[in-house]
């Protein structure tokens, strides 16, 4: 294939996830939550529960927020398992604990219910990576281009895109795209790899990343490996490839909960943010997991910590801030997210 990324897209990208010194997942001044007492918690819990039946609202949880959020959801899960529940559900209200492209998504497929979000700041570094004016731009000079893009990404991006895939069903999509067409796939470049890698299929592939995931090392995985030399590893596929070559398993999160019930083994090393362990203990209180940290910080994703239990308590008391999206933008984005759907 031919087609190539545009250098200004490597820069742009690289520009984005660079490293900061210390610790690279600093949670932002002012988006780290008030310490809270356990007694505070169990209150806060309590009113939240009251108010989402008052409210008649779903509180959908991403594997990836708090473990006290995670604690009053209705539904914990990836982003495939999320937007399956925002399809089915006949709640009046989705409350979406996780980042913004999250509920947006729960917002295109229930386009007439009030679609709230804790903090809608709460961005990604792969949106980021993928601005919909350069994708048309790249598609308009190449129409030839069957685009796959990975759910996290911005609606305006979903919206030029041919089919939506998430890290749990991006095989099983790559394999079923026209045979005859080029595929470009955005924004992550690591998970595209894999995929590629997994599928046969040459793509093109948007040179964005997870800043998170990409910090982790090879040499992190060894080290952690001399700490529990019994422990699989068991990696997300936004790592770099150096990881997943050293990993016993490569997998979205919520594979990983099967994955870790289903093996023999009773210790685990996992290589993706931090919050999937309090899940992984919960789904499987016998067996033991560690988180894979980088130089010594645990993997925090500071987008997703921006939503934080005092937040969801007002967005439920207030409905605010709630999802907003053109309906022309949602219309478009809708259509490769029900393919997406359908093809899984
Ligand atoms: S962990 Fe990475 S991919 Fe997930 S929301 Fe955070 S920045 Fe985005």
């Known amino acids: 294939m031919d087609i190539k990324i545009p250098e200004h897209l490597v820069q742009y990208c690289q520009n984005i996830v660079k490293p900061v010194s210390g610790n690279p997942f600093q949670i932002e001044k002012g988006n780290k939550g008030a310490a809270l007492s356990p007694e505070q918690i169990r209150r806060m819990q309590e009113e939240i529960r009251r108010l989402k039946e008052e409210r008649r609202a779903i509180l959908l949880v991403h594997n990836y927020q708090a473990p006290e959020i995670q604690d009053v959801a209705d539904y914990i899960g990836d982003s495939l398992g999320l937007s399956r529940e925002a399809a089915k559900t006949d709640a009046e209200v989705i409350c979406f604990c996780g980042v913004n492209f ?173 919050n999937m362990i309090y899940r992984l203990q919960k789904e499987c209180p016998d067996k033991l997991f560690f988180p894979l940290k980088i130089n010594g910080y645990l993997p925090e994703c500071r987008h997703m910590k921006k939503i934080t239990l005092s937040k969801l308590l007002d967005t439920l008391r207030t409905l605010q801030p709630q999802i907003h999206l053109s309906k022309e933008i949602m219309d478009q984005a809708r259509a490769p997210i029900e393919r997406m759907l359908e093809w899984s």
């Open 102 to 274: 999250m509920g947006e998504t729960a917002k295109i497929l229930n386009p007439e219910r009030i679609v709230v979000l804790p903090d809608t700041s709460a961005g990604c570094s792969l949106e980021e990576c993928a601005p919909a004016a350069e994708l048309l731009k790249f598609k308009t000079a190449h129409p030839e281009l069957y685009v796959v893009s990975y759910i996290n990404c911005s609606s305006s991006v979903k919206a030029l895109s041919d089919v939506i895939c998430t890290s749990g069903n991006a095989v099983r999509i790559v394999s079923n795209c026209p045979k005859d067409r080029p595929i470009l796939f955005t924004p992550d470049q690591n998970l595209g790899s894999w995929v590629a890698k997994q599928t046969g299929r040459e793509m093109i592939l948007w040179p964005g990343c997870c800043y998170a995931h990409a910090l982790f090392t090879a040499d992190a995985v060894v080290q952690a490996k001399k700490e529990h030399p019994w422990a699989k590893v068991v990696t997300h596929p936004e790592c770099l490839q150096e990881v997943k070559d050293v990993s016993d398993e490569v997998c979205s999160t919520e594979k990983m909960i099967s994955y870790c019930r289903e093996n023999s083994a009773r210790e685990f090393i996992i290589a993706t943010e931090a």
